[in-house]
């Protein structure tokens, strides 16, 4: 079955610094892929999304590039600020689906 | 506009209780999801409705949980009885079905704590 593999937290940064939290995917046919960002006591927000191969997704300075050819969508952001400290969800939902498949998330903690 | 908004937001029981968490999807949403996360297992897709009709039940746990979405603007998940490994934060979240791009939309979630 479909699924997602984000990588092992916690990550810890100072501000300013460069941010890549990687995911890779399985999927049949051709995956719709989500970022989802979740502050603390809060549900998960949008944070950007592709819906096809090499569309890149951007919001907030974050950036991600569904690459069909490594099955990956890893996130990225030039320069963290503290205000980005978060759990991260890297999702998708395959073509004839509703459901979003999860990765187990990836805690972002920025120092200042 | 108003979110997805979930009720209560925090609920604290002791084991045996019945347990009624309450969801009002976003206005226009068609299609409602229940979740539960917890640190173990991360985010779990209970069921899922669409026009009110729960298409997916299959991530329900066992018979003690049960949801209902009597019309498009109001949905309950009910724990009877409940036991504390049902302690975990659970989420609803909507979306407008008909193009597969379409993102939840998440409440904020009901974290229970089951004693």
């Known amino acids: 079955g479909d699924s997602v593999t984000q990588m092992e937290g916690p990550v810890t940064l100072s501000e300013e610094a460069f941010l890549t939290i990687n995911c890779t995917y399985t999927?049949?046919?051709?995956?719709?892929l989500f970022w989802y960002v979740q502050y603390p006591g809060e549900g998960l927000q949008l944070l950007l999304k592709?819906?096809?191969?090499?569309d890149k997704g951007s919001n907030k300075g974050f950036e991600a590039t569904y690459r069909k050819e490594t099955t990956s969508f890893h996130l990225e952001k030039g320069s963290v600020q503290v205000s980005d400290s978060a759990v991260y969800f890297c999702?998708?939902?395959?073509?004839?689906?509703?459901?979003?498949?999860f990765g187990k998330g990836t805690s972002l903690l920025v120092t200042p | 506009d108003a979110g997805v908004i979930q009720s209560p937001r925090h609920e604290v029981t002791e084991m045996g209780q019945e347990v009624t968490l309450r969801c009002k999807p976003i206005?226009?949403?068609?299609?409602l999801f229940w979740y539960r996360q917890t640190m173990m297992r991360g985010l779990e897709l209970l069921i899922y409705?669409?026009?009110?009709?729960?298409?997916?039940d299959s991530g329900m746990p066992e018979d003690r949980f049960s949801a209902k979405m009597p019309n498009a603007s109001f949905s309950t998940l009910k724990i009877q009885p409940s036991e504390p490994r049902d302690s975990a934060v659970y989420f609803c979240?909507?979306?407008?079905?008909?193009?597969?791009?379409?993102?939840?939309?998440f409440g904020d979630g009901t974290r229970l704590s089951i004693l």
């Open positions: 979240a909507s979306t407008k079905e008909g193009a597969r791009n379409q993102p939840q939309h």
């Open positions: 999927a049949t046919g051709y995956p719709s």
């Open positions: 592709a819906t096809k191969a090499d």
């Open positions: 999702a998708l939902r395959d073509g004839s689906g509703y459901a979003l498949n």
């Open positions: 206005s226009g949403h068609n299609s």
């Open positions: 409705f669409n026009n009110n009709v729960p298409i997916d």
